[in-house]
């Protein structure tokens, strides 16, 4: 059971990190040629943090068991690149929320500087205590930055839920574009499937349950992640590659 279920999570873990890396580099294609800065901040984003940084850190994490203490010579470092670039597209992110959703809001600019300073602090206190060494995470440092990541796509899904109400309603006036209006919602829908993902995973290590009673239940864990994981994927690919079938379908459904 625990190979099928760690089959099944690799697959889909790796699809999801190749499709924002994918998906990404198209957006940021797209803001250089038309010069829009909310393509160039979330596809920075998607690039960073869940492609090239979660990516790096999927790998070092199975590394360890692979190379066990051969490889803490290279694993820390690696590990302390990785959480660094997927760090950084948590703030084109986060600056993506802002300019996009609440562009004029005192409060919410707050809220980015509260979020942007856990995750700088927590990260460079993680790296200082050589948190990066250890295979669970302990230290109170990788749990203040968590606090950003962790809360990050529900505020995400929040906002987009909250656009997309707005933009059916002028939609169904005839004053917006059906297919943008449903790309809100489905980024709602994807920023919940990665919110999902977050603290399925993460839930454990923040309830500081040990390792070997992780086992126990860790097929659970990665499947459960796994299909988060592929929600996220099917809910980006109907907003940014939406095949005829399912643009009719909305254009029909909303108009």
Request: overall charge positive.
């Amino acid at each position: 059971m625990l190979a099928i279920a760690g089959s099944f999570y690799l697959v889909s873990t790796y699809a999801f990190v190749l499709f924002c890396i994918v998906l990404g580099v198209r957006l940021v294609g797209l803001s250089r040629r038309t010069g829009a800065r909310p393509e160039l901040y979330l596809g920075s984003a998607l690039c960073l943090m869940g492609g090239v940084g979660y990516g790096i850190l999927i790998t070092m994490s199975l590394s360890r068991g692979w190379f066990g203490e051969a490889g803490m010579g290279w694993i820390p470092g690696v590990s302390l690149l990785g959480k660094g670039l997927h760090d950084i597209g948590v703030l084109f992110m986060i600056t993506f929320v802002v300019t996009v959703f609440r562009p004029t809001e005192r409060w919410a600019r707050a809220l980015a500087a509260v979020m942007v300073g856990a995750l700088v602090v927590g990260y460079v206190g993680h790296a200082i205590t050589d948190g990066f060494r250890e295979a669970q995470p302990t230290t109170l440092w990788y749990w203040l930055g968590f606090a950003t990541i962790g809360t990050l796509p529900l505020w995400n899904a929040t906002e987009a839920f909250l656009y997309h109400g707005q933009m059916r309603k002028r939609a169904a006036l005839g004053l917006a574009d059906p297919m943008v209006a449903n790309r809100f919602l489905l980024f709602g829908v994807a920023s919940t499937f990665s919110a999902l993902a977050v603290w399925t995973v993460s839930i454990p290590s923040l309830l500081q349950i040990p390792l070997d009673r992780q086992m126990t239940f860790i097929s659970f864990t990665l499947s459960l992640t796994a299909v988060w994981g592929i929600g996220a994927i099917g809910s980006y690919w109907l907003a940014f590659f939406p095949p005829a079938w399912y643009a009719r379908r909305v254009g029909a459904k909303t108009a």
